[in-house]
């Protein structure tokens, strides 16, 4: 987390005294990571957080993995996913590994009859199409198109969607979702390289305390599986908090790219990281100024890592013919690059308004069902000159 933050009301103390109106104690919860030993936060209940009335019997959301060994590019037409009325049944699951699950969703209705907790993954949702609100018990976040929601593991949320028309890009990462550590000084605060600041971190709100009693639905995920919890208290009954762990919002428009007089690697690119896989955002931006530059990328082999990437919008200069929602898997090894004529198609150009978010893996990523269902074969043989493609 880039800066402390509290919210409503909390005692001057931590453990200590902290009574309601009526004389009653609230309840104290730390919300930890890595044990004791690294970022939390301290919440305020207006009931004990462990009031569990019963449990469901778990069941797998386990992604179908259907080619376990790629080793070939590939391109998948995100958009072809149909819409689920549920949010939960309308994540689909496309390229996945022990260390990462990249899906897609398109939600037409708000999580209004349960909520949602990740206990052993932190998200990154990307609002590709749709707004609302994001709503936990830290408080709540409006979102809207660009918006990537990092969800920090065992955090319980809803979303509140405006409409029935909503795309989702989801990373659901197992190891610790953090900014990098070159954007950042020895006391965490960004640094003024960094292509944004705390200014563009949109953190929790409009803090709702719903002191109330009966039965609430809490899905829990934990690995490949749901745990239906009922509990007798309102998850999102807290009078205030404080801390580092919470939910925030940072839009890919508020990126400020950063640009040279030659083409510039993807690292200057780079949002997140991780220690099994980087995230990188495409945005907007003048090319290279150099007067013989050459903007478009240069073929290049990543020998470490698989590379995926989201197309948002916009004309993407060093692909043809591709379209909002598809996704390309470049794998480990392999030599990529602009497609035929978009080379030369560079020279001379001064900006792109391409939007993509692209996941770099350190280990291969395997394929789902939903991925060959979604997947356009004759994209490997697209480098071919004349190919039109």
Not at 29 to 49: K, N
Not at 100 to 117: E, G, T
Not at 269 to 289: N, S
Request: proline content about 9%.
């Amino acid at each position: 987390m880039p800066h402390y933050i509290s919210l409503g009301q909390i005692p001057r103390k931590r453990h200590t005294v902290f009574r309601k109106p009526d004389g009653g104690l609230y309840g104290e919860q730390l919300v930890s990571t890595e044990g004791f030993s690294d970022a939390y936060s301290l919440v305020y209940h207006c009931h004990p957080p462990t009031m569990v009335n019963s449990i469901d019997p778990s069941y797998s959301v386990a992604p179908l993995v259907a080619e376990s060994d790629n080793m070939q590019h590939r391109l998948f037409t995100g958009m072809d996913i149909p819409s689920a009325g549920d949010y939960l049944e309308s994540r689909v699951p496309v390229l996945v590994n022990n260390d990462v699950h990249i899906s897609l969703a398109a939600p037409r209705n708000s999580m209004d009859s349960y909520f949602f907790k990740n206990s052993g993954a932190d998200e990154m949702i990307f609002v590709h199409r749709g707004d609302g609100m994001l709503k936990t018990m830290y408080g709540n976040i409006p979102f809207g198109y660009g918006d990537q929601l990092v969800i920090p593991r065992g955090i319980i949320y809803q979303l509140e969607f405006k409409t029935s028309d909503n795309r989702l890009f989801i990373v659901e990462s197992f190891t610790p979702l953090r900014f990098p550590k070159r954007y950042m000084n020895r006391y965490g605060q960004l640094l003024e390289h960094s292509p944004f600041c705390e200014r563009d971190i949109r953190t929790p709100q409009f803090l709702e305390t719903h002191d109330e009693k009966g039965d609430f639905l809490v899905k829990v995920k934990r690995g490949d599986r749901l745990w239906p919890y009922h509990y007798a208290t309102h998850p999102f009954d807290v009078i205030g908090w404080d801390g580092y762990h919470y939910p925030f919002a940072l839009s890919v428009f508020d990126f400020e790219p950063i640009t040279g007089r030659i083409h510039q690697p993807p690292p200057v690119h780079q949002t997140f990281e991780t220690p099994t896989f980087v995230m990188c955002a495409f945005v907007p931006r003048l090319y290279d100024y150099h007067p013989e530059s050459i903007p478009a990328p240069y073929h290049h082999s990543n020998v470490d890592s698989d590379e995926v990437l989201y197309y948002v919008d916009g004309d993407f200069m060093s692909r043809n013919n591709i379209k909002p929602g598809n996704i390309t898997l470049h794998p480990i090894g392999i030599p990529h690059g602009p497609h035929p004529g978009a080379i030369e198609r560079s020279i001379g150009a001064k900006e792109t308004k391409e939007l993509a978010v692209m996941v770099d893996t350190f280990y291969p990523l395997s394929l789902t069902t939903h991925a060959l269902e979604m997947e356009k074969p004759e994209y490997m043989s697209t480098w071919f000159e004349g190919s039109g493609e």
